[in-house]
Structure formats: structure tokens, C-alpha cells
């Protein structure tokens, strides 16, 4: 019930095209949903986060859409650049006071973008 | 200021050394975290510190020791490591409980 459930493992798109990254969650009690962006020797970057109030939450190219019914989230990147080429990482966690803030992160996936 | 610096960048050592991985942060931040990622794989939470007192720990070895001097410092002393510990170290710290959690660079640990 703890898991996060992220796919694909690994996505290769043109640049200008639209990658999409999928997550799932069991835990009802997750109410946080951060994306992570981690270049290759460098630590995680928080990219964007939304919690189940909004259905889509958009930061420049960045885009999260969360249906809260199916407990799915997802990351599309808007004119994708070879320089987005990184690992993103979806996570969830209980954002609240005494929720230990334990994040608990997908698998990841590894994106490239080709020139 | 808005970052979370770690040092040593990189750190080489052997099964019978002791070493410290340090970090800091100027956020006021008051919830602190370690964790340890291997290559390909997502962050693995290690240790949490709140209000500068340690409130998780995720079962883990003891030859890994942290110590939160003040609100600003997060050290890991670690001591007797095996190869297997050769990973990647990130801090992250919090605003409290609540709040987006900003990572370090990380320390690139090898154990020969």
C-alpha cells in the first residue's frame, strides 16, 4: 500500500514532443505528490508538486495532471529540449503535521530527448 | 539563501576508516533528512531529524551515525563500511513535517 507505481522505465522522444510520465498510488492517505528531476551525479530537484485539491497544476513547460478517482498522477513536459534529458522520479507522502514526511518515491524513469 | 550544500563532494575510503559527510542549510529549515541512493534506483530514506532531534530511523546499520549539531548542520559519520555501501548521500531538508523537501548535491561515497 506504501508503493508508488511509476512507468515507463525509460522514454526516448524528439525534441518538441510531448513525454509523458505515469504514477499510481494505493494509499488513499497520500495527499502530496511531488516530480523530481535528478541530471546524472546531482541530487533530486523538485520540479513541480499538487496536491488532490486541483486536477492539473502547470509550471512553464511542466504539467502534472492528477485524477484523484483512479489514483493516478502524471507529468507531461511541453516542447520537450535534449537538455530535459534527466531521470524524473514521481513520490508521494502525507503532507500534514505528525505525517513524518516520509516521501515515497517511484522507481524512476530515464528520459531522452534527441536533437 | 536557498540551497542545501553537502562536502565532501566525492570521499574515498577504506573498510577500517572513519569519515564524516556534512551538510548545511540557511532555509530554516527545521526537519532534515539522509538518504542513500544507488545508481538507477530512487532515494532511499535513512534517517530523519525534527526540531533537531531524531525521530526516524529506518532500520538502519549502525556503522552509520547521524549527529544534528543545530538546526543549520547534518553530519553522518560513518565508520567499518563495507563496498556495498558505496553509493550516493543526500541530505534534504524541510520546513517541518509539512513542506517540499530541497536536496543536496549529494556526497559521492566509494568503499574500497
Known amino acids: 500500500q506504501q508503493q508508488v507505481k511509476q512507468s515507463p522505465q525509460s522514454l526516448i522522444v524528439q525534441k518538441g514532443g510531448i513525454p509523458i510520465i505515469n504514477c499510481a498510488y494505493e494509499n488513499t492517505a497520500f495527499d502530496y505528490f511531488p516530480w523530481y528531476q535528478q541530471f546524472p551525479g546531482k541530487g533530486p530537484a523538485l520540479l513541480i508538486a499538487i496536491r488532490p485539491d486541483v486536477s492539473e497544476k502547470k509550471e512553464g513547460r511542466f504539467t502534472i495532471s492528477f485524477n484523484k478517482s483512479a489514483k493516478q498522477f502524471s507529468l507531461h513536459i511541453m516542447d520537450s529540449q535534449p537538455g530535459d534529458s534527466a531521470t524524473y522520479f514521481c513520490?508521494?507522502?502525507?503532507?500534514?503535521?505528525?505525517?513524518?514526511?516520509?516521501?515515497?518515491f517511484g522507481k524512476g524513469t530515464k528520459l531522452s530527448v534527441k536533437p | 539563501d536557498t540551497e542545501v550544500t553537502q562536502t565532501p563532494k566525492h570521499l574515498v575510503m577504506g573498510m577500517t576508516n572513519k569519515k564524516s559527510l556534512k551538510c548545511e542549510q540557511h532555509m530554516g529549515h527545521r526537519a532534515m533528512y539522509w538518504y542513500k541512493q544507488k545508481a538507477k534506483k530512487p532515494p532511499e530514506l535513512m534517517f530523519v531529524y525534527s526540531y533537531e532531534k531524531l525521530s526516524i530511523n529506518e532500520s538502519v546499520p549502525s556503522r552509520f551515525s547521524p549527529e544534528c549539531p543545530n538546526s543549520s548542520l547534518l553530519n553522518l559519520h560513518l565508520h567499518a563500511l563495507q563496498p556495498e555501501d558505496s553509493a550516493l548521500y543526500l541530505c534534504a531538508s524541510s520546513q517541518d513535517w509539512v513542506g517540499e523537501q530541497f536536496f543536496g548535491p549529494g556526497t559521492r561515497l566509494t568503499v574500497l
Open positions: 513520490a508521494a507522502s502525507i503532507y500534514g503535521r505528525g505525517s513524518q514526511g516520509n516521501l515515497i
